[in-house]
């Protein structure tokens, strides 16, 4: 095993510091290094955490940089090492010790922290999301009324608020709704809206850096807190706790919090206290929407964006998809753009083949045993495989593949999933999800085939 010297791994953090922001390749690169075994580049990293990220978020622009260094592909693998992990820990302690040398909280160039645009002003709001037009039914009206009572009257009415729902289903939307009415209506309140994985990238990065202090002040001192994709922080035990102790002092000091997850909060892999914390206020859930406010919330998108689209057609989206707002708002879109492109008026006949891939996904229940009988027969291969640990590639990708189809064709959560597939954890199955999406993006084969297996699932 030989050290990997320049230009390789140079070359590749090169490109990699090219493609990511400093804050991001700071945080996650700077404290690896790599080695060769045989023909296989080994990346080591300073803990499981960072090697579970960097596959889950960096791994495409990581195999390009390796790819583009070395001018051909490289196999390679991760390994978490103590030499990394005390690169990694050396850097932090260099900069608590140049903060005692100098009696202030002062460190090292290269891992100064600098609070993100993220967290200085929170995710930048899509003002188009408003109580407006948010389109209200027997699914959603009584997660509507919390949060507009919450927009109303920060930390006075429902605190803490926990919406909870399916993906695509307007969560985003009522978040984005509370923080722009209290921005709007109340100016001089500080609102910081963010997601899970911000909150996660922002703590980690003021642990390499030594400036907690900081991070724990410019989560605090706030008014109105919104945290998007609460289930993210599952398994994560740091920032949990960390989470754990912001909330306690946001809600001492009476500031309001708001958060959301695609699960109940019992049904959220987190410690006790942190979800007895969340049960504190008001839980609400949303639904699927019925065929009515399905109709209603393609009419309004239509006359928000100015769409010229049939009834006959909007009833057809409507019928046809049922359990993903977002997905249904994009068919819409879709069927408008075929028509204003090909200068053609829009049929029910046209629309119906422009969605031809998508019309019906969710007419037929389908259940998790089904979708993993048809993989394992596509993939020539056992279920019992399957649902296993066998890492063999093919086995991996048919694995990939069904909890991909699973969370397109099914409404299980992401936890159901992979409690199906022997257990594997939250992370596991978004890492796949992700790995599938990838492929699919750059390989038409692979398009035709998961195609074809979803056709066949649903038979």
Not at 179 to 190: D, L, V
């Amino acid at each position: 095993m030989t050290l990997v010297k320049e230009p390789l791994w140079r070359q590749t953090l090169d490109l990699l510091s090219s493609k990511l922001d400093a804050s991001s390749y700071d945080t996650w690169f700077s404290s690896t290094s790599a080695t060769w075994t045989e023909n296989t580049l080994v990346i080591h990293v300073p803990s499981q955490f960072i090697l579970e990220w960097i596959s889950m978020h960096y791994l495409p622009a990581l195999r390009e940089s390796i790819e583009k260094a070395a001018g051909k592909p490289v196999e390679f693998s991760f390994k978490v090492d103590e030499s990394s992990r005390k690169r990694w820990e050396d850097q932090i302690k260099k900069g608590h010790d140049a903060a005692l040398e100098t009696g202030t909280k002062a460190v090292p160039k290269a891992i100064a922290y600098q609070p993100s645009a993220e967290i200085l002003k929170g995710i930048p709001l899509n003002q188009r999301y408003n109580f407006d037009n948010f389109i209200i039914g027997n699914s959603n009206r009584f997660a509507c009324a919390a949060s507009m009572a919450v927009g109303e009257s920060p930390s006075m009415s429902y605190n803490p608020l926990f919406i909870y729902g399916k993906v695509g289903l307007g969560k985003t939307h009522l978040l984005h709704a509370i923080a722009n009415h209290i921005r709007r209506t109340q100016p001089e309140k500080r609102v910081l809206y963010v997601s899970s994985e911000i909150f996660l990238n922002e703590m980690v990065r003021c642990l390499r850096s030594n400036r907690m202090d900081e991070f724990r002040t410019g989560f605090r001192d706030i008014d109105v807190l919104l945290v998007d994709d609460i289930q993210f922080m599952e398994k994560k035990d740091s920032m949990q706790q960390e989470f754990y102790q912001t909330f306690n002092a946001l809600f001492e000091h009476s500031k309001q919090i708001v958060a959301s997850s695609d699960s109940h909060p019992r049904d959220i892999q987190v410690f006790d206290k942190l979800r007895s914390r969340f049960e504190w206020g008001l839980t609400v859930d949303i639904q699927s929407p019925d065929l009515e406010t399905r109709i209603a919330i393609l009419k309004k998108k239509c006359e928000l964006e100015g769409l010229m689209v049939p009834n006959d057609v909007i009833l057809l989206i409507a019928e046809s998809m049922r359990n993903n707002i977002r997905d249904m708002e994009g068919s819409l879109t879709r069927v408008a753009a075929y028509a204003s492109l090909t200068k053609q008026e829009l049929t029910l006949d046209q629309a119906r083949q422009v969605l031809r891939d998508v019309l019906n996904i969710e007419t037929r229940v389908v259940g998790i045993d089904r979708i993993q009988n048809e993989t394992a027969a596509n993939y020539n291969i056992k279920v019992s495989e399957l649902r296993g640990r066998t890492r063999t590639a093919n086995v991996v990708m048919a694995r990939q593949v069904a909890m991909y189809i699973a969370r397109e064709l099914t409404q299980a959560s992401l936890t159901e999933i992979g409690e199906s597939f022997g257990g594997k954890n939250h992370s596991t199955v978004i890492y796949a999800i992700e790995r599938v999406r990838e492929e699919m993006e750059k390989n038409g084969v692979f398009v035709s085939q998961v195609d074809n297996l979803v056709r066949r699932i649903k038979a």
